[in-house]
């Protein structure tokens, strides 16, 4: 049986440290051939996606994020629903070390307003379906 306090110290050497990436540490060590998620639709079929698409498209909407100005430290809300385009949008704004504001579609427009007012947030992702919600 190992040794949970010597299990601590390695998760903490490895984990709490500056350089530690969130990108790395979740997708990108993983074989990029091997599904990373898969979403079930409203016909009950999968969407899966591997671990090298959601490298790829999690950069691409990084790049497209830091573009616009987004850097460390912002504040990112999404109201989006649960599946490939909240994990690929959640990945994307770690990797520029900015801050998810997971927004529930569940919310009434005044507790989105307070949540992004109080949070500060720079940007809101949001789908088509949920958009009333901000007017």
Known sequence: ??????????????????????????????????????????????????????????????????????????????LLPKGIDLTVTALATWRLGAVLVPLLSSFAPSAITQRLTDSNTRLVICADEYRTKLD
């Open 1 to 78: 049986m190992s040794d949970p306090a010597q299990l601590l110290r390695d998760w903490i050497a490895t984990y709490d440290t500056p350089t530690t990436s969130v990108a790395h540490l979740l997708c990108d060590r993983h074989d990029p051939d091997t599904i990373a998620t898969t979403e079930i639709g409203p016909t009950l079929e999968p969407t899966t996606l591997t671990y090298g698409q959601l490298r790829e498209r999690s950069q691409t909407l990084a790049t497209g994020l830091a573009h616009r100005g987004i850097q460390p430290g912002d504040r990112i809300a999404t």
